[in-house]
């Protein structure tokens, strides 16, 4: 048996634990690849249509033996980094960009050699303070009191949840009680919230999808009437869920007001502000999320509005307590833990266990950098979103949905004949088809409505324009053939 642990230990070795000079080839040739990669990406398409789709990947199976560093990287290159959504690239105007800055990428470099485990105290009490810092520092920005605990998640998914989840505990709503429960929100909720009440065992609850008005924001008038109306009926209205940006409109509910009612019926009050939430750094972004603070929870995203690379999500809860109280669990395995409780453990409120060090690639571009540039990014982003809406509707052909609250604007051209529904899907197509810019489409109210979504931070007014002089050359284009047909 020992000889053959020591023949095991000399292939692990060889192949698992490179030496120095391995380890300096490696990180030439990967350096070189992400060097070119960065170094060329204001003039990468946004997207590509291929029609192979990547499938060639399937060629290259994973096997016993491995390949060279050079071929893996080519079978990276043309199977993954190439086809489909650039979401690197300035030009990804079509949905909410993770953004991907470069000192994400150093921090997630340093916590994949060191390895800290940051889901227990115990296990990496530095790790642990580090996130917690974080938590605390996103509180103070949103305007949440010294007792708030939260954690940095995978994305706003489990973020909401998380948030969900401490709702239903937090507001004693039991097996026996959810066909009574009463859940209020918005059309318009981003459906990882209905996702998440369908997880968290609440689908079975009555759902309340308070009308919008013409901004597609939540008509408080109406929540107020419906919760009066549930609660004289026998029910039992335990929560209501605003959107701080939605994804599809980018519109604000009418935080403050929906928090006084909140309050008034001792309702739970959870804000998906995923999308939305970092604009509360710029002036501007301060008057549109005023109420934001009167939440009970509330997720936010920084791969979203700080510009992280995609996996970086926040669920921040008021009372420490109640997120405690639905997320701590203790195994007999992990009794040595209760040595070192100097502060709350990431595993103690969520899901996770097993968990990345995933503040590093928050904590060091803060740190290096500071707040400053991303609050001046941020602004950046929704100045560019009025400057859009301003100008688009100026070209003959482009009508606008309402004023942007953030930085997402909705819009279509109204061709002078035929559909203007099947024109927009054709000019959308052509853009989507050209790759130089990404937009994207939803339908609204019967009408297939184009999208511009502005937060990549490598998106500035050059592009802006570039995206503008497209879809007016497009749409021209459309239109001409149009006219033929007819």
Same mark, same amino acid.
């Given at each position: 048996?020992?000889e ?22 490696m ?14 990406i ?11 789709k ?20 080519d ?22 960009p ?33 996130e917690?810092?974080?938590?605390d520092?996103m ?48 059309e ?6 209905d ?10 609850c ?20 419906q ?7 026998g ?28 309050g ?7 804000i998906?502000a ?9 002036d @501007? ?14 997720s ?7 510009f ?39 595993a ?11 503040g ?5 571009p ?6 400053a ?25 482009? @009508? ?53 979504a ?10 802006i324009d ?5 879809l ?7 239109e001409?053939?149009?006219e033929?047909?007819?």
């Amino acid at each position: 048996m020992l000889e053959k642990i020591k023949q095991l230990e000399l292939i692990s070795r060889k192949h698992l634990e490179p030496t120095s000079q391995q380890r300096d080839e490696m990180t030439k040739k990967i350096l070189s690849y992400s060097e070119n990669f960065l170094d060329n990406i204001y003039e990468l398409p946004a997207y590509v249509m291929d029609e192979k789709k990547g499938i060639d990947i399937y060629k290259t199976p994973i096997s016993e033996n491995g390949i060279s560093l050079d071929a893996t990287l080519d079978v990276l290159k043309t199977n993954v980094d190439t086809p489909g959504l650039n979401p690197a690239s300035g030009g990804h105007l079509g949905y909410i960009p993770g953004g991907g800055i470069y000192y994400s990428a150093l921090g997630d470099f340093l916590a994949d050699v060191t390895n800290r485990y940051a889901g227990i105290f115990f296990g990496s009490p530095g790790a642990v303070r580090l996130e917690n810092l974080l938590i605390d520092w996103m509180a103070e920005v949103v305007g949440y009191p010294k007792s708030t605990a939260g954690n940095l998640t995978s994305g706003g998914s489990i973020a909401n949840l998380i948030g969900i989840v401490t709702a239903r505990d937090a507001m004693n709503v039991k097996s026996k009680d959810v066909e009574k429960s009463v859940i209020y929100l918005s059309e318009q909720v981003h459906h990882s919230v209905d996702k998440a009440i369908r997880i968290a065992g609440l689908n079975e609850c009555v759902w309340r999808y308070v009308p919008l008005d013409e901004q597609y924001r939540m008509k408080s008038d109406e929540l107020e009437k419906q919760i009066l109306e549930d609660k004289k009926n026998g029910l039992n209205p335990f929560l209501v869920i605003a959107s701080a940006g939605t994804t599809n409109t980018g519109t604000v509910d009418p935080l403050k007001i929906i928090g006084d009612i909140a309050g008034k019926y001792k309702l739970w009050y959870h804000i998906d502000a995923a999308y939305g939430g970092f604009f509360i750094l710029c002036d @501007e972004g301060k008057k549109v999320l005023h109420g934001m603070e009167m939440s009970d929870s509330l997720s936010i995203d920084p791969h979203k509005g700080l510009f992280l690379p995609y996996g970086l999500g926040t669920i921040l809860v008021k009372d420490r307590t109640k997120i405690f109280e639905s997320h701590h669990y203790l195994p007999p395995y992990l009794q040595d833990t209760l040595k070192a409780n100097d502060e709350l453990s990431p595993a103690d409120l969520s899901p996770e266990l097993t968990k990345h060090f995933r503040g590093l690639r928050l904590w060091l571009p803060l740190k290096f950098v500071g707040v400053a540039p991303f609050r001046a990014a941020i602004e950046e982003k929704l100045l560019l979103a009025r400057y859009f809406w301003e100008t688009i509707q100026t070209f003959d052909g482009f @009508e606008v949905g309402p004023y942007p609250d953030l930085s997402v604007v909705m819009y279509r051209y109204v061709p002078k004949r035929g559909d203007a529904n099947e024109f927009n899907k054709r000019l959308v197509h052509e853009v989507q088809k050209d790759g130089r810019v990404f937009i994207s489409s939803t339908m609204i109210d019967g009408k297939f409505v184009l999208r511009v979504a502005i937060l990549c931070f490598r998106t500035h007014l050059q592009t802006i324009d570039f995206a503008l002089k497209i879809l007016k050359e497009k749409a021209k284009e459309i239109e001409k053939e149009f006219e033929i047909k007819k």
